[in-house]
């Protein structure tokens, strides 16, 4: 068996991909602070995570994207709110460093088990 398929390093690679998702809304809630309707948008982050931890083939399917409530809505409709977003994109760049640490670990102890190997 590949070390790619284990589990550590699939939900490592779910990880980065919800990561990456979520950035991606973020941004786009953040881009969209103006637009009147406008409705944020997040990835249930630990409700992916734990469908991965728990075996299930996440690898097929992209994370689910849906409105988030609670959040006060200005006159226009646009529920967006930049300190929110702004926060959540701050955590979101260091869940995704942190993983990358990780993995980059990872990499450089198969390196040297392949050059102590030789």
């Known amino acids: 068996m590949s070390w790619l398929n284990t589990a550590p390093f699939l939900l490592l690679q779910r990880y980065l991909d919800v990561t990456s998702m979520r950035e991606t809304l973020v941004t786009t809630n953040l881009a969209n602070v103006d637009t009147p309707g406008y409705h944020t948008r997040d990835v249930d982050f630990r409700g992916e995570l734990q469908r991965a931890m728990n075996g299930e083939d996440t690898s097929l399917t992209s ?26 994109l701050a955590e979101v760049q260091l869940q995704f460093k942190a ?7 990872e990499f450089a102890e198969i390196n040297t088990a392949i050059r102590e190997g030789q």
């Open 63 to 88: 994370p689910f994207v849906m409105p988030v409530r609670g959040l006060i809505a200005r006159p226009d409709g646009n529920n967006v709110s930049v300190d929110r977003e702004s926060l959540l």
């Open 99 to 105: 993983a990358t640490a990780v993995l980059r670990t």
